[in-house]
């Protein structure tokens, strides 16, 4: 099973095949579920690892999430919620992750911090060394602005702009109103509107 | 929110911002005006295309996923297989017990047999230790004083060292002590 790359969610036809493979699913067709894991193993593993920033400790959750789906699918009622229904349990799993981490972190020595290093790659593994020195820099730039934000914002922030969501599968989501989730998005994007290196490397980037 | 004057008529910085997460929640006039006025419309499609942008990056700088994701397979149970269970349960119990009971009860006959022919060499040794002392109760010292450690006392000598009344009587009384006058 190829991971798969980031699905364009909208396609009016890609959406009714892969409600009735919910449903199929849902019905215990093991066949089903695992083309649903196909469609969405991608996305869910990139939403847990931009959390982690653990790439081995990101797949073991992308499983388990399957695995929760897999047992609990037959209880969806929804079948079209169910994009917005595998990033509630990843969220979850996400945050019982981070909490057993800095709990964790407290037995640890004090010189190591319980906070989210990037995972970092040896330069002799990654021969493009400035692809690898922006790629740090990019994700240090996310920490920064990470840590600016609350955590709703944050969350909806995430969600929003780097996993694709749309407002409603965000509330879905975080099982908030869609009102909630835009006064915090909105509040999360003045603040990034005020990072001016992220902004700043965004904009290289573009032109 | 506010659509400013024809000398300054453009969105505010929060419309901007509210345009980016969802343009209908501006009014229609600043709708109107965001489709109309080029200006405002690139601020917004620059924040657009940053965040776009924050979004492949994001994707691109994420490392590939290695693993292939594998659910266990949920096992179809059938409805005598509890039954089996706990019958093969019960079994394996049965088993344990009658061995270990037996093994238990071998201990502890094994135990008094061995028990009991301790206490009799024991018996056996402490009445060794009693006939040597009636055969002879003098300690070892006294018999290496003596010199022998043999002595053959039969029951004349012993007669002589402790006469009997018969014996007494046997014996002149002259030869009683205090008889002779002197």
Redesign the interface.
């Known amino acids: 099973?190829t991971?798969s790359t980031?699905n364009a969610p909208g396609s009016q036809t890609s959406d009714i095949q892969l409600a009735q493979l919910v449903k199929q699913a849902s019905d215990g067709n093991?066949f089903a579920?695992?083309q649903l894991?196909d469609h969405h193993?991608?996305d869910i593993?990139?939403m847990i690892?931009?959390r982690i920033r653990a790439?081995?400790d990101?797949?073991?959750l992308?499983?388990d999430v399957?695995?929760r789906a897999?047992?609990s699918i037959s209880r969806l009622r929804e079948p079209d919620r169910f994009r917005s229904w595998l990033f509630r349990i990843a969220v979850n799993r996400v945050n019982d992750y981070l909490r057993k981490k800095r709990v964790r972190s407290i037995f640890k020595s004090s010189d190591e911090s319980p906070d989210i290093q990037p995972?970092t790659?040896h330069f002799q593994e990654q021969p493009e060394a400035l692809e690898q020195v922006?790629?740090e820099d990019?994700?240090r730039q996310?920490g920064r602005i990470a840590k600016k934000l609350s955590k709703m914002e944050r969350e909806v922030f995430m969600l929003r702009?780097?996993?694709?969501l749309n407002?409603n599968e965000t509330a879905q989501t975080l099982k908030k109103s869609e009102s909630t989730v835009?006064t915090h998005?909105?509040r999360a994007?003045?603040k990034?509107?005020k990072e001016k290196a992220?902004?700043q490397f965004?904009?290289e980037?573009?032109t | 929110m506010s659509i400013h004057n024809h000398s300054e008529p453009h969105l505010e910085?929060?419309d901007i911002?509210?345009a980016?997460?969802?343009n209908t929640?501006l009014s229609v006039l600043q709708q109107q005006h965001l489709v109309e006025c080029s200006q405002c419309r690139t601020r917004r499609e620059q924040?657009e295309?940053?965040?776009?942008?924050?979004?492949q990056?994001?994707?691109r700088?994420?490392?590939?996923?290695?693993?292939?994701?594998?659910?266990?397979?949920?096992k179809v149970r059938s409805p005598f297989l509890n039954w089996r269970i706990a019958f093969s349960a019960a079994a394996v119990a049965t088993v344990i017990l009658v061995v270990w009971g037996t093994s238990l009860i071998q201990n502890q006959q094994q135990g008094s047999i061995g028990n009991l022919a301790q206490d009799m060499v024991e018996a056996e040794r402490l009445m060794t230790q009693v006939n040597i002392l009636v055969e002879n109760a003098l300690p070892q010292v006294y018999l290496d004083i003596v010199g022998e450690t043999s002595l053959n006392l039969d029951e004349d000598f012993m007669d002589f060292l402790i006469p009997t009344n018969e014996s007494a009587a046997r014996i002149p009384a002259s030869a009683k002590k205090g008889s002779i006058l002197c």
């Open positions: 099973m991971p980031h093991r579920f695992e894991i193993q991608g593993y990139r690892y931009y790439r081995m990101a797949e073991d992308t499983q399957f695995i897999f047992r995972e790659t922006l790629k990019f994700w996310i702009f780097l996993d694709h407002i835009k998005l909105y994007l003045a990034f509107k992220l902004r965004l904009q980037d573009i | 910085e929060e911002l509210q980016v997460i969802d929640d924040l295309q940053e965040l776009a942008r924050l979004g990056l994001a994707e700088y994420a490392p590939k996923p290695h693993k292939r994701i594998i659910v266990a397979e949920q």
